[in-house]
């Protein structure tokens, strides 16, 4: 069962309040009362009038159907114009799409309002008139005549009044949902900003409990650099050197929001030669292309790491043959990402507690870059595929 939290209620009261508002309000405005006097032919005795009668309509369909059109300029704003119109980054752009949709939306009502008007602008004096013919008397034609058109141009004159008023209405509604669209938008934001600032102080927190003292790891591994090179043994100085270097950018680079998207290449192409050294030369190939021009390109840090120390673990077996297929590509301020492997393993990442796991890297990717990616991971009978498409700025 789905639990409304508390806060959703009060919203909810609160916006069937605020048009509650607006019903009385329209209620009061378009509320007329007419008295229609017909008198006696002209040179008649008595001077009192045949018919006083007056008219008073509340509930009419100009109420509701002005109250709808509001209640669609203010939800179509705040739940769909706004969004499409940031997407944009012409501000003449953006405030064009809101203001045409006010336009059309005050438009179509007005067109309504009219069209009800002609309809039933003469109905009360149609009544009267024939009112005046059951009771006997014989009416006063030329005064009737007069008196319609009198009442038609002062009906006239209060209608366009009336649309005067309306149209402040709309303009009110209108600001009323740029104001409520973008104060949801900054609750939003807030909360977002507080969640993320609560998983990297966590994060900052865990790591300091493991961690090795900087100093000590990196005077550490210089040592052993030291030793593979006087041993002659290159291979395994290059490999500390990558392992060092690794390490620094984890430690130091790696806090920063954004880091270059050079440095997250190389930091994989590291990754990739230590976990080769792992295995012989014919049981792992790993393709991993990427741009070579990448000046101005920055992302988040550590986020493609997770898939491919996924594709090692999980796509490489001993005494088998395997392939790694990591692709990076940037166009038109768009990144993609993609890494593929064998499947050797029943285990998947999401189960994998030791690591940081599918869920996190979604959580993090939801922080960091909302509405901006897209994740798609597909799985077949011996291959295990990762999408991961964002758009940067």
Same mark, same amino acid.
């Given at each position: 069962?789905?639990k409304?939290?508390?806060?959703?209620?009060?919203?909810?009261?609160?916006?069937?309040?605020?048009?509650?508002?607006?019903?009385y309000?329209?209620?009061?405005?378009?509320?007329?009362?007419?008295?229609?006097?017909?008198?006696?032919?002209?040179?008649a005795?008595?001077?009192?009038?045949?018919v006083?009668?007056d008219? =008073?309509?509340?509930?009419?369909?100009?109420?509701?159907?002005?109250?709808?059109f509001?209640?669609?300029?203010?939800?179509?704003?705040?739940?769909?114009?706004?969004?499409?119109?940031?997407?944009?980054?012409?501000?003449?752009?953006?405030?064009?799409?809101?203001?045409?949709?006010?336009?059309?939306?005050?438009?179509?009502?007005?067109?309504?309002?009219?069209?009800?008007?002609?309809?039933?602008?003469?109905?009360?004096?149609i009544?009267?008139?024939?009112?005046?013919?059951?009771?006997?008397?014989?009416?006063a034609l030329?005064?009737?005549? =007069?008196?319609?058109?009198?009442?038609?141009?002062?009906?006239?004159?209060?209608?366009?009044?009336?649309?005067?008023?309306?149209?402040?209405?709309?303009?009110?509604?209108?600001g009323?949902?740029?104001?409520y669209?973008?104060?949801?938008?900054w609750?939003?934001?807030?909360?977002? =900003?507080?969640?993320?600032?609560a998983?990297?102080?966590?994060?900052?927190?865990?790591f300091l409990?493991?961690?090795?003292?900087?100093?000590?790891?990196?005077?550490?591994?210089?040592n052993?650099?030291?030793?593979?090179?006087?041993?002659?043994?290159?291979?395994?100085?290059?490999?500390?050197?990558?392992?060092?270097?690794?390490?620094r950018?984890?430690?130091?680079?790696?806090?920063?929001?954004?880091?270059?998207?050079?440095?997250?290449?190389?930091?994989?192409?590291?990754?990739?030669?230590?976990?080769?050294?792992?295995?012989?030369?014919d049981?792992?190939?790993?393709?991993?292309?990427?741009?070579?021009?990448?000046?101005?390109?920055?992302?988040?840090?550590?986020?493609?790491?997770?898939?491919?120390?996924?594709?090692?673990?999980?796509?490489?077996?001993?005494?088998?043959?395997?392939?790694?297929?990591i692709?990076?590509?940037?166009?038109?301020?768009?990144?993609?990402?993609?890494?593929?492997?064998?499947?050797?393993?029943?285990?998947?990442m999401?189960?994998?507690?030791?690591?940081?796991?599918?869920?996190?890297?979604?959580?993090?990717?939801?922080?960091?870059?909302?509405?901006?990616?897209?994740?798609?991971?597909?799985?077949?009978?011996?291959?295990?595929i990762?999408?991961?498409?964002?758009?940067?700025?």
């Amino acid at each position: 069962m789905i639990k409304i939290r508390k806060k959703d209620w009060i919203e909810v009261v609160l916006h069937v309040a605020f048009w509650v508002g607006v019903f009385y309000t329209l209620l009061s405005l378009t509320e007329t009362h007419v008295t229609i006097r017909v008198d006696h032919a002209v040179g008649a005795i008595k001077k009192d009038p045949v018919v006083i009668k007056d008219v =008073r309509h509340t509930l009419s369909a100009h109420l509701f159907i002005t109250l709808g059109f509001l209640v669609l300029l203010f939800y179509g704003n705040i739940f769909l114009l706004f969004k499409k119109a940031l997407q944009f980054k012409n501000i003449l752009i953006r405030v064009a799409i809101p203001v045409a949709y006010f336009a059309a939306i005050f438009t179509t009502n007005h067109y309504f309002d009219q069209q009800l008007s002609v309809v039933k602008s003469d109905q009360p004096f149609i009544q009267t008139f024939q009112l005046d013919q059951k009771k006997g008397t014989p009416p006063a034609l030329p005064v009737v005549k =007069r008196n319609l058109e009198l009442r038609t141009d002062a009906l006239v004159f209060a209608r366009e009044g009336l649309s005067n008023t309306i149209l402040f209405i709309f303009i009110i509604v209108f600001g009323l949902s740029i104001a409520y669209f973008f104060l949801k938008e900054w609750a939003r934001v807030e909360k977002m =900003r507080s969640v993320l600032q609560a998983v990297q102080l966590d994060t900052e927190v865990k790591f300091l409990k493991s961690q090795v003292n900087p100093h000590f790891l990196f005077n550490t591994l210089n040592n052993l650099f030291s030793m593979a090179q006087k041993k002659g043994n290159d291979e395994l100085a290059d490999g500390i050197s990558k392992l060092s270097g690794m390490m620094r950018y984890m430690i130091y680079e790696s806090n920063e929001e954004n880091v270059p998207l050079k440095k997250e290449i190389e930091y994989l192409e590291n990754c990739i030669l230590l976990n080769k050294l792992r295995y012989a030369d014919d049981e792992i190939k790993v393709i991993f292309n990427y741009p070579k021009q990448t000046e101005g390109i920055f992302i988040a840090p550590m986020l493609f790491i997770p898939f491919v120390e996924n594709a090692f673990k999980h796509g490489v077996a001993i005494g088998q043959s395997s392939e790694i297929d990591i692709s990076i590509s940037v166009e038109n301020k768009h990144l993609a990402f993609t890494c593929e492997n064998t499947i050797y393993s029943v285990k998947k990442m999401e189960g994998d507690k030791s690591g940081i796991g599918l869920e996190n890297v979604k959580r993090r990717l939801d922080l960091l870059y909302t509405g901006k990616y897209k994740l798609f991971i597909i799985t077949d009978e011996n291959r295990y595929i990762v999408n991961l498409g964002i758009t940067i700025e």
